[in-house]
């Protein structure tokens, strides 16, 4: 017969301060998570990644702009559970515990994002933890109106950023990692509008473009951006060598090896080292991570498993993958971009930065699953690609009165360097960074 214990210990190695919280301490946004209740939790507003214990029952909950994971660990006086952000963390607690034969990485367990998860009377064996939704936005809801949905989308990603510069040191710098793509683009005006409307003095303001070996197609994309809205002055570029770019050390740093996101992740790294190395007290950056998740803009063809009926069809597909209950779904990970963000949050945690990226609020992302995708697109593709840079357009000109320039979609690790470049950055193949991932602790 299983021998049941409860959790005789919960380690919470989570930094309480990188919760971007408003309203309320986040003390009582741990106690909310403790009462189990999803409505609840969903009246939180911001980004947090948090666990609290009640009795014999572990609940954690967390957005996608945080990572939390967790970790059992198995003593004689009862099972010990282990939070953190970082596998790394986890593995260093339990050597030093002497508990380090129990541990492999694909042993951890990510929180997905959106999730009460909620662990009980855990011993052996142990029992899966539940998942309850505290996310559930409706799914084409809004009226087929490009104008109407660009003004209440951009307007909802606008207010993220005003709140976010009304609780951060007033006199503070603030960064935009800027490509002059549509969602960094947007981010950067509706900064620079937020700034104004707020009496705060822009000259805070920066646009961050990286150049690796001097020179990348964002560069010349960024210029060409801040010149048709007459601030080009703001563009600060980034040059680092093309062995800023290190594939290992971004593997390390994210802790992750599916491919296009390691690359993104080396390109970040290398770009927040940099600006770290010019302004060692900057901290507070925004950039336009989630803007292609939302808007579903990314290039079906290069999946075999997808279709655009599988994207239209599937709420919050690209945010969370194909979902909690799905074969597909990877307990270490999770999926879509709440295994994806520790591109963005990895390297700038790394680095020392705080880093907002608007996109992934819940209110963003609520008015972009109400969009009436299969009737704006007729279930084509192209016009599936095109819907973002008209949307986003459309709601930018609503809310700072001025015409945003659309540029052709483009990777940030490719765009941040020549084409001719890519190879040398990036010479091994994709298929072996799970090779090295795992020899972090072979």
């Given at each position: 017969?299983?021998?049941?214990?409860?959790?005789?210990?919960?380690?919470?190695?989570?930094?309480?301060?990188?919760?971007?919280?408003?309203?309320?301490?986040?003390?009582?946004?741990?106690?909310?998570?403790?009462?189990?209740?999803?409505?609840?939790?969903?009246?939180?507003?911001?980004?947090?990644?948090?666990?609290?214990?009640?009795?014999?029952?572990?609940?954690?909950?967390?957005?996608?702009?945080?990572?939390?994971?967790?970790?059992?660990?198995?003593?004689?006086?009862?099972?010990?559970?282990?939070?953190?952000?970082?596998?790394?963390?986890?593995?260093?607690?339990?050597?030093?515990?002497?508990?380090?034969?129990?541990?492999?990485?694909?042993?951890?367990?990510?929180?997905?994002?959106?999730?009460?998860?909620?662990?009980?009377?855990?011993?052996?064996?142990?029992?899966?933890?539940?998942?309850?939704?505290?996310?559930?936005?409706?799914?084409?809801?809004?009226?087929?109106?490009?104008?109407?949905?660009?003004?209440?989308?951009?307007?909802?990603?606008?207010?993220?950023?005003?709140?976010?510069?009304?609780?951060?040191?007033?006199?503070?710098?603030?960064?935009?990692?800027?490509?002059?793509?549509?969602?960094?683009?947007?981010?950067?005006?509706?900064?620079?509008?937020?700034?104004?409307?707020?009496?705060?003095?822009?000259?805070?303001?920066?646009?961050?473009?990286?150049?690796?070996?001097?020179?990348?197609?964002?560069?010349?994309?960024?210029?060409?951006?801040?010149?048709?809205?007459?601030?080009?002055?703001?563009?600060?570029?980034?040059?680092?060598?093309?062995?800023?770019?290190?594939?290992?050390?971004?593997?390390?740093?994210?802790?992750?090896?599916?491919?296009?996101?390691?690359?993104?992740?080396?390109?970040?790294?290398?770009?927040?080292?940099?600006?770290?190395?010019?302004?060692?007290?900057?901290?507070?950056?925004?950039?336009?991570?989630?803007?292609?998740?939302?808007?579903?803009?990314?290039?079906?063809?290069?999946?075999?498993?997808?279709?655009?009926?599988?994207?239209?069809?599937?709420?919050?597909?690209?945010?969370?993958?194909?979902?909690v209950d799905s074969v597909k779904h990877s307990l270490t990970y999770s999926g879509g971009q709440s295994r994806g963000y520790a591109r963005c949050y990895a390297p700038a945690v790394e680095s020392g930065f705080s880093v907002l990226s608007p996109y992934t609020a819940r209110s963003?992302?609520?008015?972009?699953?109400?969009?009436?995708?299969?009737?704006?697109?007729?279930?084509?593709?192209?016009?599936?690609?095109?819907?973002?840079?008209?949307?986003?357009?459309?709601?930018?000109?609503?809310?700072?009165?001025?015409?945003?320039?659309?540029?052709?979609?483009?990777?940030?690790?490719?765009?941040?360097?020549?084409?001719?470049?890519?190879?040398?950055?990036?010479?091994?193949?994709?298929?072996?960074?799970?090779?090295?991932?795992?020899?972090?602790?072979?």
């Amino acid at each position: 017969m299983p021998t049941v214990q409860p959790i005789s210990r919960v380690v919470d190695l989570l930094d309480a301060s990188r919760n971007l919280i408003y309203g309320m301490p986040v003390a009582e946004a741990r106690t909310i998570v403790g009462g189990g209740n999803p409505s609840e939790i969903a009246a939180i507003d911001g980004h947090f990644a948090l666990v609290a214990q009640d009795g014999i029952t572990v609940r954690m909950a967390r957005t996608i702009g945080k990572l939390m994971r967790y970790f059992l660990a198995k003593r004689n006086d009862g099972p010990i559970l282990i939070v953190s952000d970082r596998i790394d963390a986890i593995h260093t607690w339990l050597r030093r515990e002497g508990l380090a034969d129990q541990f492999h990485p694909s042993y951890t367990r990510m929180v997905p994002a959106h999730y009460l998860v909620e662990l009980r009377l855990i011993g052996c064996p142990d029992p899966n933890p539940t998942y309850r939704r505290f996310f559930a936005p409706s799914h084409e809801a809004l009226p087929h109106d490009p104008n109407t949905i660009g003004e209440r989308y951009v307007r909802a990603v606008y207010h993220q950023i005003a709140n976010w510069l009304q609780f951060i040191p007033k006199q503070a710098p603030v960064g935009v990692c800027f490509s002059g793509g549509i969602d960094s683009g947007s981010v950067f005006m509706l900064t620079y509008h937020a700034m104004q409307n707020l009496g705060m003095n822009p000259a805070r303001l920066k646009a961050f473009t990286l150049a690796v070996n001097g020179a990348a197609q964002d560069l010349r994309q960024a210029r060409e951006f801040l010149r048709a809205v007459d601030l080009e002055l703001f563009l600060e570029t980034i040059d680092v060598p093309a062995g800023a770019v290190d594939t290992r050390e971004a593997i390390r740093v994210m802790e992750d090896y599916h491919p296009l996101d390691v690359q993104a992740a080396a390109v970040n790294l290398a770009l927040l080292r940099e600006i770290r190395r010019h302004y060692p007290d900057w901290k507070y950056l925004l950039d336009g991570d989630g803007g292609d998740e939302n808007l579903k803009d990314y290039p079906i063809e290069e999946n075999p498993e997808l279709t655009i009926r599988s994207v239209l069809n599937n709420r919050l597909f690209y945010q969370e993958g194909w979902g909690v209950d799905s074969v597909k779904h990877s307990l270490t990970y999770s999926g879509g971009q709440s295994r994806g963000y520790a591109r963005c949050y990895a390297p700038a945690v790394e680095s020392g930065f705080s880093v907002l990226s608007p996109y992934t609020a819940r209110s963003v992302i609520e008015i972009a699953e109400a969009i009436p995708f299969i009737e704006l697109t007729g279930w084509r593709e192209d016009r599936l690609y095109h819907l973002k840079g008209d949307i986003v357009s459309r709601g930018t000109k609503a809310v700072t009165g001025i015409d945003m320039p659309v540029f052709e979609k483009r990777r940030f690790q490719h765009g941040a360097m020549e084409p001719a470049t890519i190879a040398e950055v990036f010479p091994e193949p994709p298929q072996s960074y799970r090779k090295m991932f795992h020899a972090l602790y072979a």
